[in-house]
């Protein structure tokens, strides 16, 4: 008996020295570089969004006891997906295992350790986030004032394919990014009209300062691709990319905000093409609302929105946009039968981390399915962000102004049209029998 309790003993003092004398090895080089490369280096390196690099030891270092305090709070890596709701490819969350390890790190002393053990540094394309891009387009300078609000500006930047291009990768970089809320690329079809009166490359405001939608959302054109800050730019399988037809145009719409210093930006589209002709094309879709009326005061107003899809529809990610009086947004799949099933909810939306979400399945809806999105608005005084609580507030592009747009990329075969995507198919009707009547 004695001897049990001797022997126990013995083997927790063991395990104690052992877990102790682990907590004193964990390394920088060892354990923490990986962790860094895989959940932080995306943004957290010379040129990126943050605002110092996690690079090396010597970057890293002077942060050890913020970095401690941001993961143990969730607050970094910035992630806003309800774990309970959907798996994501694009996913940096750290797990409870990598947490611990950066906590361990830092409450043993932030130790370098043997340069030996360090993963290989992650390569980055100069620049990019994507490969070497095919075409890089740029836009004319634009000044930012250092106060004020400013118009969203639309730039029209010609392609000039003269065949149809498919395109593999696409990312937005502006130059100077403190003061790049989004950019959002649409693909101008060589028919549209959507304004033409535009010169290519000069930031223009179109008529209607925003409030003509038409003017604001495309017209009813594909959309390249959306920037913000933190989200990954856009890298679609092989066989599956998006479609530029000849002789179209990208059109930005900017949404410049002022940061208290003077700027000058200009946001310049890489794309890579794709090697050859993908079977499948990816489009934008948004499931919008434009009419609803936030009250003044209002806590948690509920705006909600939908889409039908006659032929089905296979889904690869979510994109959800609201301003800064957005406290939650939800997707839900309803099927058929009438199921109702969440695949994505973001129970505390940001304003300032606008992010994708991109289904690592993607996911296949029978005929009939609808996608319904709904977003929830908190227009009261318990709002930090809210700049008035006492308007009734409607749809506009402006931060005083909402927005409900739950943005998502379907797949189609590539040859097919828009219309065709959306118009039922006819139902193949069985041959009448007449016999046994
Ligand atoms: C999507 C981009 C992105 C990723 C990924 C990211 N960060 Fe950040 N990080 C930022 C930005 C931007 C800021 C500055 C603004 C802010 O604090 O929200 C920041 C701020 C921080 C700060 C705060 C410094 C302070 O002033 O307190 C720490 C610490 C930090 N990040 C650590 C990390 C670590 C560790 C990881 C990975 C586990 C990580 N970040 C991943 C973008 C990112």
Known sequence: MKYTKFLT????????????????????????????????????????????????????RPWAKAIKSDVVTKKMPPWFADPRYGHFADDRSLSKQEIDTLVAWVDGGAKEGDLKDAPKPRQYVDGWNIPKPDLVLDMNTFHIPAKGDIQYMYVVLPTKFTQDQWIQ??????????????????????????????????PYVPPGHGKDFNNTSGGGNDILMIYTPGKVPEMWRPGLG???????DLVLQIHYTASGKETDDHTKVGLVFAKEKPTERALTIGGNNLSFKIPPGDPNYRVDAKNVFPNGVTILNFFPHMHVRGKAFEYRAVYP???????????????FWQLDYTLTQPLILPP????????????????????????????????????????????????????????????VTAPTTTSGQ
């Open 9 to 60: 003993f013995g083997l927790l003092a063991a395990a104690a020295a052992w877990a102790a004398n682990a907590r004193q090895q964990v390394t920088f080089h060892k354990d923490v570089a990986p962790i860094l490369q895989s959940h932080c280096q995306e943004c957290h390196r010379p040129g990126e969004i943050a605002p110092f690099s996690l690079l090396s030891y010597t970057d890293a």
């Open 337 to 351: 039968d009438g199921k109702s099933e969440v695949l994505l909810r973001v129970p505390k939306y940001d304003f």
């Open 169 to 202: 990768a696409a990312e937005a970089r502006p130059s100077d990014r403190t003061v790049v809320h989004h950019v959002v690329i649409f693909v101008r079809d060589p028919e549209s009209k959507w304004l033409r009166e535009a010169e290519p490359g000069v």
């Open 368 to 427: 009939g399915s609808r996608i319904e999105v709904t977003g929830w608005f908190d227009n009261s005084p318990n709002n930090p962000a809210n700049p008035d609580p006492t308007a009734t507030v409607r749809f506009g592009e402006q931060s005083w102004e909402e927005m409900m747009i739950g943005f998502y990329d379907v797949v189609m075969p590539a040859d097919m049209s828009m219309k065709e995507f959306f118009t039922p198919k006819k139902p």
């Open 242 to 248: 998006k479609m530029i037809k000849a002789g179209s």
